[in-house]
Every structure is written in structure tokens, then in C-alpha cells.
């Protein structure tokens, strides 16, 4: 099959590095490195770890959140403006 592939510079420089490393072509080493990566892809997934966060009880609230303008002033005095 004969396609256009655009590339990352990231990604072209690194295929160029390998084509000057080994004997093979630039189809090649795209072709071997898509062959192995799909390959990859095909396979198991690693398991993904679950993420709990831990709760903490903090108390009462002091002062409330629902104007903020007023929170400021507690927390940071008249001249927060």
C-alpha cells in the first residue's frame, strides 16, 4: 500500500537515527516499528491501579465560603481590594 505519512520532528528524527544505525530503508524501519507497535497495542493492557483519596473530618467551618468578598476580608484583612 503507498500512503503520505506526515511525521512529527521528533518522531522523523528519531527513524533517521535508526536508518543510520541498521542496513534498512526508511519504509523499513517505519514499517517495523508500526509492526511492533501495533503489536503492542493488540496486547493486554496493563491493569490500572485505582486512586482513592483520603478523607479527612475538619471541623465546622469558621467563616462561610458562600460570599467571597467577605471570606478575603476575614482571611486576608480590609485591604484585599
Do not use: C, W
Not at 33 to 52: I, K, S, Y
Not at 64 to 73: K, Q
Request: cysteine-free; aromatic content about 4%; hydrophobic content about 30%.
Amino acid at each position: 500500500m503507498r500512503t503520505t505519512l506526515t511525521l512529527d520532528d521528533d518522531v522523523a528524527a528519531q527513524i533517521d537515527q535508526l536508518r543510520r544505525d541498521g542496513d534498512g530503508s526508511i519504509k523499513d524501519v517505519i514499517n517495523e516499528a508500526l509492526r511492533r507497535g501495533l503489536q503492542e497495542m493488540r496486547g493486554p493492557q496493563p491493569e490500572r491501579r485505582h486512586f482513592r483519596t483520603e478523607t479527612h473530618a475538619m471541623g465546622s467551618p469558621r467563616i462561610g465560603v458562600d460570599n467571597i468578598a467577605e471570606a478575603l476580608t476575614y482571611s486576608e484583612g480590609e485591604g484585599f481590594r
